[in-house]
């Protein structure tokens, strides 16, 4: 199993690979609803891997409408030219364009809460891509299933705050406007929203693209993680919202977690940053008894 990290600062790259990181996930504006690097920042992220030794994914995770279909093939071959390990990417539209220019072998499906099951998984992976990513709201034992029934070639989220929704309404900016207020938004990760239903704080971002709502919660997987080893192909680490400090101490974690030390180093945490609540998700409990 890798260990990747989505990466927030190109500095901290130099640091991942003393802390038994595999490689990164980075992306653009252009076809990222997060990632603000451009297309020479990708170069400098490129040449800083090689340096370190990690693998640079490209994240696509917007859905492509056909008046964009030119500039995906360009923002491909630019890709290509890189030579990055691999692609993750949420529209199916990608997958065409993809195999057109021989990239599918890179291919790492994300469509978020899709792959639920193993014949899905069996589908998209006999497309020919790498793997596919389980999605956040199935338990430990799905995702086990899964994984067993297609070769490992899954991939998962093991630390961090886990999208919940997403919309391409702006819903941010329009509130603002609604209050008469000029205040911009766009990928700000300092903002919070709390509905009437419940009562804890929401991480909330908006790009061009639109709104996305994340957990209260951040998802860890410390007394998972050995058993995980085994069955996951790449283990995700998403740095948004999540303080250096904090994602360096995860880092350091990781590295060293067992079975013998997992509760103990989750305790540590909970007590360093005990501002912060984290949590399993859905991993022993299915979405129909939660929400």
Do not use: W
């Amino acid at each position: 199993m890798e260990l990747l990290v989505t990466l927030k600062n190109i500095d901290y790259i130099k640091r991942f690979k003393d802390y038994g990181v595999f490689g990164v996930i980075a992306g653009t504006p252009v076809f990222s609803s997060r990632y603000m690097f451009d297309l020479e920042d990708l170069k400098i992220i490129k040449d800083e891997c090689e340096r370190y030794n990690l693998d640079m994914y490209i994240s696509i995770d917007t859905m492509i409408e056909e008046k964009e279909r030119a500039l995906l093939y360009e923002y491909l071959e630019f890709i290509k030219g890189l030579d990055v390990k691999g692609i993750y990417f949420t529209d199916l539209a990608i997958l065409k364009a993809a195999k057109d220019l021989k990239l599918e072998s890179k291919l790492i499906y994300d469509p978020s809460t899709l792959i639920t099951n193993s014949l899905d998984a069996y589908f998209y992976l006999s497309q020919g891509i790498d793997s596919v990513m389980a999605a956040r709201e199935i338990t430990l034992d799905e995702i086990t299933e899964i994984s067993k029934n297609n070769n490992c070639d899954i991939d998962m989220q093991i630390f961090g705050y886990v999208k919940t929704a997403m919309s391409k309404r702006h819903f941010l900016s329009n509130y603002f406007k609604h209050l008469g207020q000029n205040y911009n938004v766009s990928n700000k990760e300092t903002l919070k929203i709390v509905e009437e239903s419940r009562d804890y704080e929401m991480p909330i971002t908006e790009t061009k693209y639109g709104t996305n709502i994340y957990t209260d919660y951040i998802l860890c997987t410390y007394e998972e993680y050995h058993h995980l080893r085994h069955y996951i192909k790449r283990a995700i680490i998403d740095d948004i919202f999540i303080r250096e400090d904090m994602l360096f101490d995860v880092l350091k974690d990781y590295q060293r977690c067992n079975d013998d030390n997992a509760s103990l180093l989750l305790n540590n945490l909970k007590l360093k940053y005990y501002k912060y609540t984290f949590d399993k998700g859905y991993l022993y409990q299915k979405t129909n008894l939660t929400k």
